[in-house]
Structure formats: structure tokens, C-alpha cells
Nanobody, 125 residues
Framework: QVQLVESGGGLVQAGDSLRLSCAASGRTFSIYAMGWFRQAPGKEREFVGA????????SYADSVKGRFTISRDNAKKTVYLQMNSLKPEDTAVYYC??????????????????WGQGTQVTVSS
């Protein structure tokens, strides 16, 4: 059974940084891409970024490009989301996710089968 567990959320001020972690278990981690999504109250869940199975390729939403960085440690079965220069509009529940298809990376939420429970990030102005 695949499990994804996020951690690292919290309340910060605008301009601060946070690093989210997502620990995976239940299958071979190193052959699956990983993605980060977020959902603000009253809004659809949106793509934040994704990283390929080997970490060689990353993609980001335009709204976070240049501020957020995704990385992974396959030995630790963990993916990270480093968030810098946070803005109030970054406030949301952040989810990590993984597709069911090996070596496949996507920006489309419906390509992701496994999801974590989410971690709240709140940025005050």
C-alpha cells in the first residue's frame, strides 16, 4: 500500500521560507515521478511542481517559478518543496502526489493516483 506523508507546513510571514517534506512508503520510490499540488479555500487543487523519477527534470507553475524548488532523495524515499519569498497568495493546503505509471511525470492532477493527507501553509502579510 502506497503511503505519502507530508510535513513541514506552518504559519509564516510574507517573505519567509519553508521546506515541505513528503515521505513515501509501500513501493519502489526511485522509479516514480513526484508532484506537489495545493488547494486554497474555495479553489480548485492546482499544480505547483513536479520532479522526474531520477530528479533530472523539474517543472513548475508560473506562479511559483523562481521561488519554489523541488528536490528528491531516493535513498530516503523523500521529496522536498523548498519555498522561498512566500506570499499571502501561497496560503493553501499542500499535497504531494505520485502517479501509478513508472517513469511518467505530469502537471495534470488526474494523472496522479496516490496523494498525501496535506499540510497547511499559511502566509501572513
Amino acid at each position: 500500500q502506497v503511503q505519502l506523508v507530508e510535513s513541514g507546513g506552518g504559519l509564516v510571514q510574507a517573505g519567509d521560507s519553508l521546506r515541505l517534506s513528503c515521505a513515501a512508503s509501500g513501493r519502489t520510490f526511485s522509479i516514480y515521478a513526484m508532484g506537489w499540488f495545493r488547494q486554497a479555500p474555495g479553489k480548485e487543487r492546482e499544480f505547483v511542481g513536479a520532479i522526474s523519477w531520477n530528479g533530472g527534470n523539474t517543472s513548475y507553475a508560473d506562479s511559483v517559478k523562481g521561488r519554489f524548488t523541488i528536490s528528491r532523495d531516493n535513498a530516503k524515499k523523500t521529496v522536498y518543496l523548498q519555498m522561498n519569498s512566500l506570499k499571502p497568495e501561497d496560503t493553501a493546503v499542500y499535497y504531494c502526489a505520485s502517479p501509478d505509471r513508472r517513469y511518467y511525470s505530469s502537471t495534470y492532477r488526474y494523472d496522479y493516483k496516490y496523494w498525501g493527507q496535506g499540510t497547511q501553509v499559511t502566509v501572513s502579510s
